[in-house]
């Protein structure tokens, strides 16, 4: 189990797939004045790696993307000040080297001097710091900004009760970068690596405020320079001439196809229009997982993860902690793992996940009967003799459809309640989720970094970017405001501990299962990399004849 004292672990799944790689036909001139004829060299056909993305990146600006397929396009073009490497591990990056004080409290990056933009210009550690102070900047409305209230008087300048003068992160010089912390953080170098620490082109994003969304306008820093961004259709991107790694990064070109069915994108990797198939590419779809699976193909990436029911707080029947607790007691979680996802992943009764070692136990258990009875009782203090009408919210997807139709089952089976269903393609969904407008719906947590606190301090603040549910309790808040401080890896176990009970005792998400993201792979693309707490890696990628 994770000590907080321990660097994380990093350590990522190398995997294989299938692409074409042919040669080109030799070029043969024709001599002038009787000349012998001579054969051109052949020319080498692009090396390139088809890939598929669910649907339309909401944006590439790293500072507001906080959903999967948006990050992985961002890991193309953007780095930060450490990455990974082949084999997962943490690295130096942008930054070549750094140091950190012994109390983990103070850390300085040296900027590399080779690094540059993609338009040419160098990067340096002024970027970083007017890339994360913007980031910070509350009209901004960056949904991660709390990733950044690790940086001494971060949190205060976000909520007004601070100056932007004292944000602890300075620009020596072009090559020096500082952070001053607010507290010891062992992982601070680990949070580096997250998309709301990458530096930012000034100069870009002060003459377009549409920057984000269009191939012609962004500039990164990146293995990768984006060509082609045509909206809900394709992107394509080729390898960066100006990253200061370029020998490491081998992928020519790397076409993405936007392929909302799983079941559409799954015939194109069969039929070899597509490198992979299933996560982190596509989710596939329960009835495939079925088939692969009896085929002995299915592989399962072990990446921390929870999924669960989200219920928003402020809006009836959902603001009665009694209703809340019914739903998730009633939940059949063995019927949802053992008929829908076939992965062999675990129940979830918390919402950090176990290996995180907070509670093995979990903090609750389903009990259909005792569900009934906190039904009745929720509905009394409500004043209700009927139940309201219900709509379950999720985004595109035959499993998060299937979890759907298995929840309106069980619900109706145990509690005898009703509820439609609604969906939306992924970006409608998201924006819906974030603004509040949903009554309950799906979720999936992925971690952004191997510590608990990933997992619980997205609802400490009611008003915070990933808080969906607006939970909104003052005890919470406090033990996870006291954990940042405590030095004692016990101590602070014990404060989390606590609050994750408040959490499960309030119920505002009820977990169902941890992640476990299923793909089927074959073997001509070498050193891709599923990033240890997910997602895709493509930097050293490359195609084998």
Not at 359 to 376: S, V
Not at 466 to 495: A, C, G, I, M
Request: net charge negative.
């Amino acid at each position: 189990m994770p000590k907080w004292l321990l660097r994380i672990s990093v350590t990522a799944l190398l995997f294989s797939l299938v692409a074409g790689c042919s040669t080109a036909s030799t070029d043969t001139t024709k001599p002038a004045d009787g000349a012998q004829t001579v054969a051109e060299p052949a020319a080498a056909e692009p090396m390139v790696l088809n890939w598929s993305i669910p649907g339309e990146p909401p944006t590439l600006d790293p500072g507001i993307a906080s959903d999967a397929p948006s990050m992985d396009m961002i890991n193309l073009v953007f780095e930060g000040l450490t990455a990974v490497d082949r084999q997962g591990e943490m690295v130096n990056a942008t930054a070549e080297s750094f140091t950190q004080s012994p109390d983990f409290s103070h850390y300085v990056f040296t900027i590399r001097k080779d690094a540059k933009w993609s338009n040419g210009d160098p990067v340096t550690a002024h970027d970083f710091e007017y890339g994360i102070k913007r980031n910070l900047d509350p009209k901004t409305a960056a949904d991660y900004a709390y990733q950044l209230f690790y940086i001494k008087g971060a949190e205060e300048y976000y909520t007004g009760k601070g100056s932007l003068d004292d944000v602890g992160i300075k620009a020596t010089d072009d090559y020096t970068l500082e952070f001053t912390l607010r507290a010891p953080t062992p992982y601070f170098r680990e949070l580096t690596s997250f998309t709301t620490y990458y530096p930012l082109h000034k100069k870009t994003l002060e003459s377009n405020p549409d920057w984000a969304n269009d191939a012609k306008t962004i500039v990164g820093n990146g293995p990768f320079v984006m060509d082609v961004w045509e909206h809900k259709a394709k992107m394509q991107f080729s390898k960066s001439p100006t990253y200061w790694d370029q020998a490491n990064v081998k992928l020519d070109r790397i076409e993405i196809a936007m392929i909302e069915d799983p079941n559409t994108a799954l015939s194109m990797f069969e039929n070899g229009d597509l490198d992979w198939g299933g996560y982190p590419a596509f989710n596939l779809s329960p009835d495939a997982i079925g088939k692969l699976k009896e085929e002995g193909k299915i592989i399962v990436a072990d990446n921390p993860g929870t999924r669960g029911v989200i219920f928003n707080t402020t809006k009836p029947p959902f603001t009665n902690k009694k209703i809340r607790q019914a739903f998730a007691y009633a939940i059949d979680r063995k019927e949802i793992i053992d008929g829908i996802l076939q992965t062999g992943v675990a129940p979830a009764f918390g919402w950090s996940p176990v290996s995180m070692g907070l509670n093995p136990d979990g903090f609750f258990k389903e009990d259909p009967e005792k569900a009934k009875q906190l039904l009745a009782e929720g509905m009394q203090e409500l004043g209700l003799k009927e139940f309201p009408k219900l709509t379950y919210y999720y985004d595109v997807g035959e499993t998060d459809k299937k979890i759907a139709q298995a929840l309106q089952d069980r619900w109706k089976h145990t509690l005898g309640i009703d509820m439609e269903i609604r969906t939306a393609e992924w970006k409608v969904y998201y924006a819906d989720v974030l603004e509040g407008n949903y009554q309950f719906g799906i979720w999936l947590w992925g971690a952004d970094f191997n510590d608990p606190i990933n997992f619980l301090e997205m609802f400490k603040d009611k008003d915070g970017g990933n808080n969906v549910v607006r939970f909104d309790n003052q005890e919470y808040r406090e033990l996870l405001n006291q954990s940042y401080y405590e030095t004692d890896p016990e101590k602070r176990n014990k404060l989390m501990f606590d609050a994750e009970k408040i959490l499960m005792e309030e119920m505002p998400v009820a977990p169902i299962h941890f992640r476990g993201n299923p793909y089927i792979k074959n073997d001509k693309v070498k050193d891709f990399v599923i990033l240890p707490l997910g997602g895709s890696y493509f930097k050293y990628a490359y195609v084998e004849k």
